[in-house]
């Protein structure tokens, strides 16, 4: 349980080992995206949420995993 708390924990962190907001907006709006598909693909579609909802956390996620990147990419600003 300690290497996966490690694990999440670096996957997280930039190089100076400082959490990344967007990186944890990213993953946190990764497992909601996983956790409703799994939900929903044992129950009923009746009770799923909204298509509006889902597509708001697609974008918030694809947005601050995209900004992560760009960081890298593009390099800081001094």
């Known amino acids: 349980m300690k290497n ?4 999440i924990k670096s996957m997280l962190s ?8 967007k990186r944890v ?3 946190l709006g ?13 129950y009923d579609s009746n009770i799923s949420p909204s298509k509006e909802l889902v597509e ?14 760009l960081d890298k990419i593009m390099g800081k600003s001094k």
């Open 4 to 7: 996966i708390l490690s694990f």
């Open 56 to 69: 708001a956390v697609e974008f918030i996620t694809i947005g601050a995993l995209f900004g992560t990147s």
């Open 14 to 21: 930039e190089a100076e080992g400082v959490i990344s907001s």
């Open 25 to 27: 907006i990213g993953f």
């Open 30 to 42: 990764f497992l909601a995206l996983v956790i409703t598909m799994i939900i929903n693909s044992f």
